[in-house]
């Protein structure tokens, strides 16, 4: 059994990971691995689609690594407007920043002569088309040279080195001084407005007197025809008499029920139940039936 539903998992597993279409129509195409800093990387994301971001220039020497500077445009560099205090805290918490980030940029290349590496893309499908298109895999190049981008140690680049450290020792919360009373929020009360209503509710039903006994012994008879079976609680609101007094009461005429169903209730010891049993019926059939015999 357990090896039946462990194969069943596997092709349930197998089956979620359908195989995809790959397109190698890019397979011949030469692309660079280049790692970029994590302020350049969010400046890219949030460009607009076919944006300019920067340009490149390569000079080639004979015998030598070619030297690749890396300068990025205008629109990237100029610093981030509109955010909070809060939002600007939180891009340099996560090795960004909101000011303007450095313009000229050096490649460190380095050689993958041991390695084959490639660029995919996915490309998502029309399941609402008809016929259906489904997803593909795109290869978008081969990977020929790899380098890691590095910023030129100039005067925007030691802002953006000194917001970091002055950042990272803030605390994420602070402690402010309030000018004024905070109204939005609730003040603290003498008494809530639920206990000043139920002073009100306890003055207009006074205080609970001791009744006479054979009275109450009326008002406990007179619930009991209603229902069979009754909790302290209900009999002290019903009868307005303090608990204590009651419970006297009730233990002459009643039975405390300890047992499920009825635990915790009382209920009218036989000789004062004015209801007949259940069983007294057919008792009485059952005599008529021998007597007719």
């Known amino acids: 059994m357990a090896e039946t539903g462990a194969k069943e998992g596997k092709e349930g597993k197998d089956k979620s990971k359908k195989a995809l279409e790959l397109e190698l129509a890019n397979s011949n195409r030469d692309v660079w691995l280049v790692k970029v800093p994590k302020y350049i990387s969010d400046r890219w994301a949030k460009?607009?689609?076919?944006?300019?971001?920067?340009?490149?220039?390569?000079?080639?020497?004979?015998?030598?690594?070619?030297?690749?500077?890396?300068?990025?445009?205008?629109?990237?560099?100029?610093?981030?407007?509109?955010?909070?205090?809060?939002?600007?805290?939180n891009l340099v918490r996560n090795s960004s920043t909101s000011q303007a980030i450095p313009k000229e940029h050096k490649f460190k290349i380095s050689s993958i002569a041991t390695q084959t590496l490639g660029v995919f893309s996915h490309i998502p499908g029309d399941k609402e088309a008809v016929p259906p298109v489904a997803d593909r895999i795109q290869i978008e190049g081969r990977v020929v040279q790899r380098a890691e981008c590095g910023p030129i140690n100039n005067k925007s680049y030691m802002n953006i080195k000194r917001e970091a450290i002055t950042k990272a020792g803030e605390p994420m919360r602070k402690v402010m001084k309030l000018d004024k009373n905070v109204t939005s929020s609730f003040k603290p009360v003498a008494n809530h407005q639920m206990n000043i209503n139920y002073d009100k509710q306890k003055k207009l039903v006074g205080k609970k007197m001791r009744d006479d006994k054979d009275k109450v012994m009326e008002i406990l008879f007179a619930l009991f025809e209603k229902h069979q079976y009754y909790n302290i609680k209900d009999l002290a609101q019903e009868t307005r008499q303090p608990i204590a007094y009651l419970k006297q009461i009730l233990n002459e005429v009643c039975n405390y029920n300890v047992k499920p169903p009825n635990r915790n209730m009382w209920e009218l010891k036989p000789e004062f139940r004015h209801y007949k049993d259940e069983s007294a019926p057919n008792k009485k059939d059952d005599d008529s039936d021998s007597d007719s015999d």
């Open 47 to 89: 460009a607009g689609p076919m944006a300019d971001v920067g340009k490149l220039r390569i000079r080639r020497v004979p015998g030598m690594r070619a030297d690749v500077q890396f300068t990025l445009s205008d629109s990237i560099c100029a610093p981030i407007t509109g955010l909070s205090e809060h939002e600007s805290l």
